[in-house]
């Protein structure tokens, strides 16, 4: 298969960690459309939304995944990535979309351990528990309508890329 894989998925659902080890099992190369931004536009997500909003954000992270989408690539979204139907659909139609599930509280828990602030600016302001479980309610819809696969990344990172694997029927790369 040469088509992108493309990963969706609440904040800390992994995107990014098993994106990495996605692409070094597959000896494929990886992307992430929210470093991609960061070094083209040398501003982090919080710089982005507070110069130019959500809206502005959003439009730059479609450009981002259109620029980004390749062959043979493993591409890692924001989670917000779904909201735009236009990007849901372009993902369905250019590769395979894997959605990255887990529950909230062990995407709490990831959060606060790690919150990296500056790519993950409040969406709600409201405290990180409430934020997600408001997040998902609004999204999980939209997480399993793009998605071609919808895989449990409640485990392991080297658990989740064995069971991304196994779905795609696709064998590591010696
Ligand atoms: N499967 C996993 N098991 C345990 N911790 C994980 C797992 N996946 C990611 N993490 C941790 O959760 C945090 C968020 O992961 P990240 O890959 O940035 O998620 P995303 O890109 O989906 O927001 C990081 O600190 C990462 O080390
Ligand atoms: O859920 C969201 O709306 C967002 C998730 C973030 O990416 P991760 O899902 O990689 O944290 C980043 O794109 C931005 O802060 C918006
Ligand atoms: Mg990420």
Sequence with gaps: ??????????????????GVALAQALDRGFVDTDNYLLTRT???VADIVAQE???GFRARETQALKSVTA??????TG?????????????????VVIYLRAPAQILADRLEAFPEEGQRPTLTGKPITDEIVEVLAAREALYRQAAHHVIDASHAPDAVVDAVLAALHMARAS
């Design 1 to 18: 298969m040469t088509q992108p894989i493309f990963l969706v998925g609440a904040r800390g659902c992994g995107k990014t960690t098993v």
């Design 71 to 76: 062959p043979d690539v493993v591409v890692a």
């Design 79 to 95: 989670g917000g990535m779904v909201l735009a139907e236009g990007n849901r659909q372009f993902m369905r139609e250019q590769g």
């Design 53 to 55: 909003g959500w809206d």
């Design 42 to 44: 040398n501003m982090s």
